[in-house]
């Protein structure tokens, strides 16, 4: 390298040129040493070099053609079903589009094991592309004879265009080059065989595995493809696997290969072959089934919604099949048996009539579920009696270790429980749930006194439910299946004699919106723990990490203030919280966790329909208290929708914009005696009329306001407000901030469209 500059510009640049040159001949023989090593029959074949073995020449269709492709892999778990179907349904649309190839009406399925995209009438070609690329201002690009520069030359050939074809524009205020870029449409097979792998490639999954040296990872071992342009396969390679013609049949059948034809007769295929591709399809015969199933033993099905829609995605073919289990485990807690049947097995349990709720609190009634349960196979009804016997077999053994839970845990009151739950570790600087339910013993006490308990039985109740809140985590029951956790509680609080409305509380603590008042309190009183000391042991959510679901707790915050209209102080909440932790909680992270829950509140105002600037108003300045920061949204979009208020608007914001704009004092007070004009002073007696007391709601400070936009309207139009008296003009700005103030603590009205 020259580096004390001896070798001249023109010198260097013929230098560089050579090493370029000399580094594609080299590349290129590597190329061909390589081809004559790994593919010895490619000339025997006619294909003359390695790049037309990766890039296969297509026929270019004449007319437009469907367009269909298939992702084929092992079954897929139901979340991921769904997340598939919804990526290539927002996805596959802009997908065609930046590729620019028209098309008809998209359809995409998926079963656990396929994803689908049909597209029809694509486009046979790329429309042409002309496009105008900027080159250098005019002045580099021709010299004062008006010859074209090195400039100019240079940016005619990376455009690929001739230097005579350049043309001059007014540009971003100033003259340029400009060259008219012209690009052929490609042909739609040549556009899809390079761009189907970057599509499979951006589907990402919660969690993904590998399983070959390609190093691909996807929700389940990608196993074929099909793409097909009509007739004309789309042979593209992504993780190992090349695209063809040929799908599988059912897992049942032992997934048999079969080929098909067109991209047009691919529905009709797959039809043939006993799969229902369409998901709502299945749904349907799968509610339908199992309802049928369920009558025919003179019950009727409990429909979960939840299950009916995994169910849906964890077969392409469904066939509903009724079971029993022995009458002596309906003696098992009601919950214990639907849970199990769920969770476990992803059964629907058979209920015998309506008379009694499914979410009946107590097992010391008659539950009202009988011996069956119905599932629902992959495949057809051949062998139905062997897949019913296994069923069968397996929930009886379900049953038969619940139940000897609940004997072993039913030998002692759920308050013995209590103690245990020092073993179990909330998190390591917060020390174990039994801490916590220390903790929240002395935080409910507070809170129900901010929520208005004042009832001795319902404060007994509630430090009695927040007592024996968590003791079911460390019973045998909720050790073996989770999701029962409070409403095992439940259960056995009834078993062990408690009263009814603190076993309610405690089955109710985990719901997004308790029912009862005690199970309200209890609720708030776990999350409002759990935010703030998981937030101060630096365990805040992150991008989409939240393993303590404190977005869930945040949510279960706002929401039962909201339903049950309780008028609770956030601030105050999370200080009394605070200072019950075993770690110190800054007053940074304390506005990091009203903000964080100030979010979750934004989120659910704007998806009850409320537009975004008026939440932004009141949240300005109300977030601490959700249920009045409710409210008062409410009555600020009524107002915003008001007729008058292109009217009432302008003239309050000119108050408070004059005074942001003079830098005026909040604690300038309005002397009657300085008071000069005759509308300043009729304003001023307006004011002292309309307002006798700081408004406490957006109806009374928007009622004074409309009251005084006559005497605004004249003030402004007859009174210099920046005098230059220096203290009339102070006199004046504290008039109108008088009234700018009327919605201080209500909502910050400067964040309203047109302010």
């Known amino acids: 390298l020259d580096t004390r500059g001896a070798i001249g510009v023109t010198e260097r640049q013929a230098f560089f040129r050579k090493m370029r040159g000399l580094a594609r001949r080299v590349a290129e023989t590597y190329l061909e040493q390589r081809q004559r090593l790994e593919y010895p029959l490619l000339g025997e074949l006619g294909i003359g070099n390695r790049e037309s073995v990766d890039t296969p020449q297509l026929p270019t269709p004449n007319s437009q053609l469907p367009f269909l492709l298939e992702i084929g892999v092992e079954e897929m778990p139901h979340g991921d079903v769904e997340a598939i179907l919804a990526q290539l349904r927002k996805r596959i649309p802009l997908w065609l589009q930046e590729l620019r190839l028209e098309h008809g009406s998209v359809r995409i399925h998926a079963t656990p094991r396929r994803a689908t995209v049909y597209v029809e009438n694509l486009a046979p070609k790329q429309p042409d592309l002309e496009e105008l690329a900027k080159g250098p201002p005019t002045s580099r690009a021709f010299d004062a004879e008006g010859n074209p520069t090195k400039a100019a030359v240079g940016f005619a ?153 995994e169910v849906t995605h964890l077969v392409e073919r469904p066939t509903a099949f009724i079971g029993n289990f022995p009458a002596e485990y309906l003696e098992l807690p009601r919950d214990v048996l639907i849970k199990t049947m769920q969770k476990h097995q992803r059964y629907f349990a058979v209920e015998g009539s309506k008379t009694q709720v499914a979410s009946e609190p107590s097992n010391l009634q008659p539950s009202n579920l009988l011996p069956y349960f119905v599932g629902v196979r992959n495949g057809d009804s051949e062998h139905l009696d062997t897949v019913k016997q296994g069923n069968e077999h397996v929930i009886n053994a379900r049953f038969a270790d619940a139940n000897f839970f609940v004997r072993e845990d039913v030998k002692q009151p759920l308050e013995a429980f209590r103690p245990d739950l020092s073993g179990l570790t909330l998190q390591t600087e917060l020390g174990s749930m039994l801490d916590k339910s220390d903790r929240m013993l002395k935080l409910g006490a507070e809170l129900g006194a901010m929520l208005g308990l004042k009832d001795v039985e319902q404060i007994k109740h509630l430090g009695r439910s927040v007592y024996l809140a968590k003791a079911d985590l460390v019973t045998q029951m909720v050790t073996e299946m989770t999701s029962l956790q409070g409403i095992i509680g439940r259960e056995y609080a009834l078993r062990s004699g408690e009263d009814a409305e603190v076993a309610t509380a405690i089955g109710e603590q985990y719901q997004t919106v308790p029912q009862s008042e005690i199970g309200v309190g209890l609720a708030l009183t776990d999350r409002i723990d759990s935010l703030v000391g998981l937030f101060a042991a630096g365990l805040a959510p992150t991008g989409t990490k939240d393993p303590f679901a404190l977005r869930r707790a945040a949510i279960g915050v706002v929401q039962p203030l909201l339903e049950h209209d309780l008028d609770l102080d956030l601030r105050t909440a999370v200080d009394l919280a605070a200072m019950l932790q075993p770690i110190g909680v800054s007053d940074e992270i304390k506005t990091q966790i009203l903000e964080f829950i100030s979010g979750r509140l934004h989120v659910v105002l704007r998806e009850q329909g409320y537009a975004h600037d008026v939440v932004d108003a009141v949240l300005a300045e109300q977030a601490q208290t959700p249920a009045r920061a409710a409210g008062a949204v409410s009555q600020l979009s009524a107002w915003v929708a008001r007729d008058d208020w292109e009217t009432i608007f302008p003239a309050y914001s000119r108050c408070v914009r004059i005074g942001r704009s003079a830098e005026a004092e909040p604690g300038w007070k309005v002397d009657p005696k300085k008071l000069v004009e005759e509308a300043e002073k009729e304003l001023y007696a307006e004011l002292q009329k309309t307002i006798s007391e700081q408004p406490s709601s957006i109806d009374e400070a928007l009622n004074a306001v409309t009251k005084l936009v006559p005497a605004i309207s004249r003030f402004f139009d007859n009174v210099l407000v920046m005098a230059e008296d220096k ?29």
């Open 157 to 309: 050939r990376g455009k690929g265009v001739e230097v005579k074809s350049l043309e001059k524009r007014e540009l971003d205020g100033g003259e340029y080059v400009v060259a008219i870029v012209k690009q052929a449409g490609k042909a739609s097979g040549e556009v899809l065989l390079e761009a189907l792998p970057n599509l499979i490639a951006e589907i990402h999954f919660t969690k993904s595995m590998k399983w070959n040296d390609s190093g691909v990872a996807f929700s389940r071992p990608i196993r074929w493809f099909v793409a097909l342009l009509g007739e004309i396969v789309i042979p593209f390679e992504y993780a190992g696997v090349i695209a063809g013609n040929t799908t599988r049949g059912l897992r049942p059948y032992a997934s048999p290969e079969i080929e098909v034809s067109s991209a047009d007769a691919y529905f009709e295929t797959i039809e043939k072959a006993g799969i229902v591709l369409d998901e709502e399809k299945r749904k349907a015969m799968v509610m339908e089934q199992v309802k049928e199933a369920a009558a025919s033993v003179g019950g009727e099905a409990m429909i979960d919604d939840d299950l009916l829609l």
């Open 727 to 755: 203290a009339v003009k102070e006199n004046r700005l504290a008039l109108v901030g008088k009234i700018a103030s009327l919605t201080d603590g209500l909502a910050n009205m400067s964040h309203l469209e047109g302010f």
